[in-house]
Nanobody, 125 residues
């Protein structure tokens, strides 16, 4: 079992930046491989995959955030980051980090079984 705790959400103006963090606890090593991801959700909508990173450094981004968001992982500290730049009002939502064993899990929420509690991001126009 892996526990995840997000932080770093807040309110910003459009064009601003935020960095989300996700602290992971549990037995996480380079082997077996794993995938980590960020998702976001707004009321009445399905959870949307934003960015994914796996043990081998493979990354995948939703088209809506390509070139603006960057996912990274500090293996020593077991902290996953999502750097969000050039934020837009459409980026508003509750952001969740996710983890599961196996690489190339992608951006489908059903592919992950470990979730954090979420952190709210609000982008004002």
């Amino acid at each position: 079992q892996v526990q995840l705790v997000e932080s770093g959400g807040g309110s910003v103006q459009a064009g601003g930046s935020l960095r989300l963090s996700c602290a992971a606890s549990g037995r996480i090593y380079s082997d077996p491989p794993y995938s980590m991801a960020w998702f976001r959700q707004t009321p009445g909508k399905e959870r949307e995959g934003v960015a994914e990173l796996d043990t081998y450094g493979h990354t995948k981004y939703a088209d809506s955030v390509k070139g603006r968001f960057t996912i990274s992982w500090d293996h020593g500290e077991k902290i996953q980051y999502l750097q969000m730049d050039s934020l837009e009002p459409g980026d508003t939502g509750m952001y969740y980090c996710a983890f599961d064993w196996g690489h190339l899990r992608g951006l489908r929420s059903g592919s992950y079984s470990n979730w954090g509690q979420g952190t709210q991001v609000t982008v004002a126009s």
